[in-house]
Each structure stands twice: as structure tokens, then as C-alpha cells.
């Protein structure tokens, strides 16, 4: 687990060097010794601590509580990376982070994923009140976790490392077999605690999904009730609408239709800035891209731009700096700068949206998610919010 969570933090080489000459051959010859003493004495009951002398029982207890201490630090910060990267894939509504480091990107903090980590610690503390009682939910968990990590072996041979198609599914086949026997050894233990990995399991993937399908139907709602991108310039063409001096940013979830921002802008206050950026903030499977691949622009109309930004899922988004970027590509911002923000507010209907207890689940994530000026480093004193009502 710690391997896995670091990776992320200090890289490949540093891991492959500590894995192969360190930890790969203290683990090797730990199982081989427990193996060795369950042959000779197999009424063993702690394989690990039996090993040990007995004058070396309370230093090997005192090492081993350390070592749980540092993998669960590691855990902890895997945590933090892994949910900021579903924050920014869309999977997850967007939380305050901390950056705990000026120099390394990863280096995060989340309070409220800490803060539910602390409080299920506790609960499963209480709930199984021994370590060998929560054994049955460790077992569940690793054996789940290796099939996962096999399945996903499979996708980085065909496309990342580009073997056939063959000598994939021959590979993968050959560590899902051993992961079954592993997975079928450990099932009998579902009913004796197993089944605490599998509900919180099952309660993150429930969030995650209902979040990314209750976006993707807000997106569809959006589309069709606002003005495609092609028919704005004759909404613009308008000879009754007043030109304001500034530069009028809108953010916009996708750069297909128009934001409804701007359009009741247009509509109802009859005015359009000097300069008028659609901006939309898009997130790529890269971990993280170089400035000049980020920035896409598009020439809407004489004095209206559409930017398209782009960052890797282990990027920070930051709405100023792309529009310093913006400036290289000819768009022309303004010293003064305000930020159209529109603030959607999820009304529950009689109609079936992806379902009753989904509806309310997404509601209440929205109406706790992170404000986007926060999100995008966006100066709330230039921020102007124009909410709208949405039913599901």
C-alpha cells in the first residue's frame, strides 16, 4: 500500500531502488521464515512475532508499530492524491486543498477527507475492538485491491507498453487465477467483517458515480437551454447591447453551448464588456502538461474569445495565470478583470432524475462542494455570481 501511495510523491527510481534492494528482500525472507516456522510448529498462532527470540519480542512490537505508523502515513497522503485527482477527473465535488509545499506539487492536504478518515478510524476501532477481529476485513480488502491492480495491469501492457493483445490477456489471466484463489480463500470471512470493506467500498463508488452521471445530466440541461457557440455572434450582433470597458471572463463547463451567464448578461442587463473571454477549465488523462499545450483560442467575434484551458489530473488550476497565457495567443485582457460566475442550485422535482435516493445524495454534494473561485484561484473581490435554478 505504501509503495502505491508513494509513487505519486517522490517518483519511479527512488521506489524501484528501495523496492528491489530493500523491501523485496526483507519481505522474501519474513514470509519464508514464517512459511518455514507454520511447517515445524503449525499450532503457531503469530507466525511474525514467533521468529523472534523472546528477549527480542518487545523491540520487534516496538519496530513493528513504527512500520504500521509510517505505511499508514503513506496511506493517508495516497488518500489526499488519489481524491484530488477524482476532484479534477470529475468524479468527486470539489474540496479545499492545502498545498503543505511550495516546491512539491503533491504535497496536499484535504481536512475533510481527513476528517473521515478520523472519525471511521474510531468507528471500526470500536466496531471490531481487536486487530485479529478487523483480520477478516484486511483479507477482503488486499485480495480486492490485487485484482483490481491486475485488471488494471491489463490496460497498461495494450496501450502503454504496447504488447498483443495475446500476450495480455495471457498475463493478466496467469495473476487473476492466483488473485481468485486469494479472493475465494478470504470470502468465507465476508460475514465475520468482511462485509465492513465491501459497504465502504461500495458507498464511495455510489458518490463517485452519482456525482460524475448528476454533472454529466446537468451539462445535458445546460445545453439544451442555453445558445450554441456558433449562433452567439448574432445574440452579440445586437445594436441595443452596451459596450462597457474591462474584460468580461465567463467560465463555462464545457465549450459547446454558451454559459448561462452570459446569456442572461446579454439578455437582461443588455451589456458586454470591452473584451469577453468563455473560458472553460478542461482536465486531461496526462498527469500533468507543458504551459504551451494548455492553452487553445478561438475567435468567437471581434471583441469575444473562447479559451479552452487545459491541465493534467495532477495539475492546480489557476483562472489568472491561464489568462497571462491567453495574452501570448493574441487574446487582448484588460487590466480590469471580472469573473462571471454562474451558481446553479439543484430544486428537487416529482420527476425521476438517476434516481430518489441518488437526487438527494447529489443535492447535498453540490450544495457542499467547494466554490469555484476558490477551486480556480479566482480573486473573490472580482467575482460577480449569477445563479440559476436547475430541476432533477
Known amino acids: 500500500e505504501a509503495l502505491y501511495a508513494d509513487m505519486g510523491h517522490f517518483g519511479r527510481r527512488p521506489i524501484r531502488y528501495a523496492w528491489t534492494y530493500l523491501v523485496l528482500p526483507a519481505l522474501a525472507m519474513n514470509y519464508f521464515g514464517q512459511g518455514a516456522l507454520l511447517l515445524r510448529m503449525p499450532a503457531v498462532t503469530h507466525p ?25 502515513q503513506a496511506l493517508i497522503s495516497g ?37 473521515i478518515l478520523y472519525i471511521g478510524t474510531i468507528w471500526i476501532v470500536i466496531e471490531f475492538k481487536s486487530s485479529s477481529a478487523l483480520a477478516s476485513a ?31 490477456i495471457m498475463t493478466t489471466l496467469a495473476f487473476f487465477a492466483v488473485d481468485c484463489i ?11 467483517g468482511g462485509w465492513v470493506t465491501l459497504i465502504i467500498a461500495a458507498s464511495i463508488f455510489m458518490v463517485m458515480t452519482t456525482w460524475y452521471r448528476g454533472r454529466r445530466m446537468l451539462r445535458r440541461k445546460f445545453i439544451d437551454k442555453t445558445v450554441g457557440i456558433k449562433d452567439l455572434p448574432k445574440i452579440i450582433g445586437d445594436t441595443g447591447l452596451h459596450v462597457i470597458p474591462g474584460c468580461g471572463v465567463f467560465l463555462s ?7 448561462p451567464a452570459l446569456i442572461q448578461n446579454l439578455r437582461f442587463n443588455r451589456v458586454i464588456h470591452e473584451t469577453t473571454i468563455i473560458l472553460t477549465v478542461e482536465t486531461t488523462n496526462a498527469p500533468f502538461l507543458r504551459a504551451q499545450d494548455r492553452i487553445d483560442v478561438k475567435k468567437i467575434s471581434s471583441n469575444v474569445f473562447l479559451v479552452v484551458v487545459k491541465y493534467g489530473f495532477k495539475d492546480n488550476p489557476n483562472v489568472p495565470n491561464a489568462l497571462e497565457w ?9 487590466d480590469e478583470v471580472y469573473y462571471y460566475m454562474g451558481r446553479e442550485t439543484v430544486v428537487l422535482s416529482k420527476r425521476i432524475g438517476i434516481g430518489i435516493w441518488r437526487d438527494f445524495i447529489f443535492t447535498f454534494l453540490s450544495r457542499n462542494a467547494q466554490r469555484a473561485t476558490d477551486f480556480f484561484r479566482i480573486p473573490p473581490n472580482q467575482v460577480i455570481e449569477i445563479g440559476t435554478q436547475i430541476e432533477m
Open 253 to 259: 463547463g464545457q465549450h459547446i453551448s454558451s454559459p
Open 326 to 334: 491567453a495574452k501570448f495567443k493574441g487574446v487582448p485582457v484588460k
Open 138 to 168: 484486511y483479507g477482503i480488502a488486499v485480495s480486492l485491491t490485487m485484482m483490481i491492480t491486475t485488471f488494471l495491469m491489463f490496460f497498461v501492457m495494450r496501450k502503454m507498453w504496447g504488447w498483443s493483445q495475446a500476450k495480455c
Open 48 to 72: 511474525f512475532f514467533g521468529l523472534a527470540p523472546a528477549w527480542f519480542l518487545i523491540p520487534l512490537v516496538i519496530i513493528a508499530t513504527l512500520a504500521s505508523i509510517i505505511a499508514s
Open 182 to 192: 486469494f479472493l475465494y480463500a478470504n470470502s468465507i470471512k465476508i460475514l465475520d
Open 79 to 115: 488518500a489526499f492524491s488519489i481524491t484530488n485527482q477524482a476532484i479534477h477527473l470529475g468524479y468527486l465535488p470539489r474540496m479545499f486543498v492545502t498545498h503543505t509545499s511550495s516546491k512539491e506539487m503533491g504535497q496536499i492536504y484535504i481536512s475533510s477527507v481527513n476528517w
